[in-house]
């Protein structure tokens, strides 16, 4: 998978640097020998995160340009090399903002580092399509305990927001949402709900106040609310959240099973991750058991529901994850009362 760089074998002034930190290179991957690291961990690192899934992509793009006589071939040759990194772009971009909603922060770095030089490729480095790997780069940083870098990124996304006026909204309200996830870690809260309150007041307005966009601010002010112990108040949002992914959900499954669904409409692997982080959040498998009997029961008393087998799945789910929570805990004396809550909880998990 990988092999040492014979310096000889370079052209005089070409020096590789890493993929990842961009110091000296000493090894190549060997499937598609134009991605260069200063060592295995990272080209390891590189691998698990995003090279596996474009590295043949990577092998037009970064190959020397051939000659061509022909001006229209040229051309072609440029436009084809511009469809590659956007598609590079668009795929790196997903997968970071995937592994960010799955927490594995890490790994998502080596995306988002790909995402931004794809869009400096297609866009050049100071455009406004940049701000979303800034973005994505400031929240990898974040997760880590990074403030610094996450600082730096978030100021050159904001320096570019502020001198594009044309700036969408959509841009915007991404902007602020990263923001106040930095203050959420940085403890000022009072600062975070201002940035949450930006972000929930562009998403409104780009999507509407039901869309999944917006209520993913809500979902980040219940967490402030719930460290200042204003538990009424993240109730609330909780129950606004899980009411439009309900609604939002549902009509989906009503596209789905009328086969009139859109690619558009489908969801991609990061709407998928930032599902299932939000409503495991806020009904652990207990709240779920819980909820999901009495939706099944009320179900079941509505003539031909169409709800129940869907209900019925969710249990399954919900005690699959109770069970494997429960086979993780550590052994304990019987004495202990962490021992007597495990107990409690199978019994609640065997009715």
Same mark, same amino acid.
């Given at each position: 998978?990988?092999?040492?760089?014979?310096?000889?074998? &370079?052209?005089?002034?070409?020096?590789?640097?890493?993929?990842?930190?961009?110091?000296?290179?000493?090894?190549?991957?060997?499937?598609?020998?134009?991605?260069?690291?200063?060592?295995?961990?990272?080209? !390891?690192?590189?691998?698990?995160?995003?090279?596996?899934?474009?590295?043949?992509?990577?092998?037009?793009?970064?190959? *020397?340009? *051939?000659?061509?006589?022909?001006?229209?071939?040229?051309?072609?040759?440029?436009?084809?090399?511009?469809?590659?990194?956007?598609?590079?772009?668009?795929?790196?971009?997903?997968?970071?903002?995937?592994?960010? /909603?799955?927490?594995?922060?890490?790994?998502?770095?080596?995306?988002?580092?790909?995402?931004?030089?794809?869009?400096?490729?297609?866009?050049?480095?100071?455009?406004?399509?940049?701000?979303?790997?800034?973005?994505?780069?400031?929240?990898?940083?974040?997760?880590?305990? !990074?403030?610094?870098?996450?600082?730096?990124?978030?100021?050159?996304?904001?320096?570019?927001?502020?001198?594009? *006026?044309?700036?969408?909204?959509?841009?915007?309200?991404?902007?602020?949402?990263?923001?106040?996830?930095?203050?959420?870690?940085?403890? !000022?809260?009072?600062?975070?709900? /201002?940035?949450?309150? &930006?972000?929930?007041?562009?998403?409104?307005?780009?999507?509407?106040?039901?869309?999944?966009?917006?209520?993913?601010?809500? /979902?980040?002010?219940?967490?402030? /609310?719930?460290?200042?112990?204003?538990?009424?108040?993240?109730?609330?949002?909780?129950?606004?959240?899980?009411?439009?992914?309900?609604?939002?959900?549902?009509?989906?499954?009503?596209?789905?099973?009328?086969?009139?669904?859109?690619?558009?409409?489908?969801?991609?692997?990061?709407?998928?991750?930032?599902?299932?982080?939000?409503?495991?959040?806020?009904?652990?498998?207990?709240?779920?058991?819980?909820?999901?009997?009495?939706?099944?029961?009320?179900?079941?008393?509505?003539?031909?529901? !169409?709800?129940?087998?869907?209900?019925?799945?969710?249990?399954?789910?919900?005690?699959?994850?109770?069970?494997?929570? &429960?086979?993780?805990?550590?052994?304990?004396?019987?004495?202990?009362?962490?021992?007597?809550?495990?107990?409690?909880?199978?019994?609640?998990?065997?009715?």
């Amino acid at each position: 998978m990988s092999a040492n760089i014979n310096p000889l074998a &370079n052209p005089k002034g070409a020096n590789k640097v890493c993929e990842l930190c961009e110091k000296p290179a000493y090894i190549q991957c060997t499937k598609c020998f134009v991605t260069f690291y200063c060592g295995r961990e990272h080209q !390891n690192d590189d691998w698990v995160a995003i090279h596996k899934k474009v590295c043949q992509l990577l092998i037009p793009v970064r190959t *020397p340009v *051939p000659y061509y006589t022909l001006e229209v071939e040229r051309e072609h040759h440029c436009s084809q090399i511009l469809q590659r990194q956007t598609q590079l772009m668009e795929i790196s971009q997903t997968v970071a903002e995937k592994k960010l /909603f799955e927490k594995r922060h890490k790994e998502s770095l080596p995306a988002a580092l790909l995402s931004l030089r794809s869009a400096m490729d297609v866009f050049g480095t100071s455009a406004i399509q940049l701000v979303p790997a800034y973005l994505l780069l400031a929240e990898a940083n974040i997760g880590l305990g !990074n403030l610094s870098p996450a600082e730096q990124y978030l100021s050159w996304a904001e320096w570019t927001v502020v001198r594009t *006026p044309e700036c969408s909204q959509t841009v915007c309200q991404k902007l602020h949402r990263c923001m106040g996830r930095l203050f959420i870690v940085k403890g !000022n809260l009072e600062e975070a709900l /201002f940035h949450l309150a &930006n972000d929930i007041y562009y998403a409104s307005e780009e999507y509407g106040q039901d869309s999944i966009v917006t209520c993913g601010g809500y /979902f980040l002010m219940a967490d402030i /609310f719930s460290k200042q112990g204003k538990m009424d108040i993240v109730n609330s949002l909780y129950k606004e959240v899980a009411k439009t992914w309900h609604s939002h959900l549902s009509t989906l499954l009503e596209r789905h099973i009328q086969n009139t669904i859109t690619p558009e409409e489908s969801f991609d692997e990061a709407q998928q991750a930032e599902a299932d982080q939000m409503l495991r959040s806020m009904l652990e498998p207990v709240k779920a058991l819980e909820f999901g009997k009495r939706a099944l029961l009320s179900s079941r008393l509505v003539p031909d529901c !169409n709800l129940t087998e869907p209900v019925q799945r969710l249990l399954q789910l919900a005690e699959e994850d109770l069970n494997a929570a &429960n086979e993780s805990w550590p052994e304990l004396p019987p004495c202990s009362s962490a021992h007597t809550e495990h107990q409690l909880s199978m019994k609640v998990s065997q009715r």
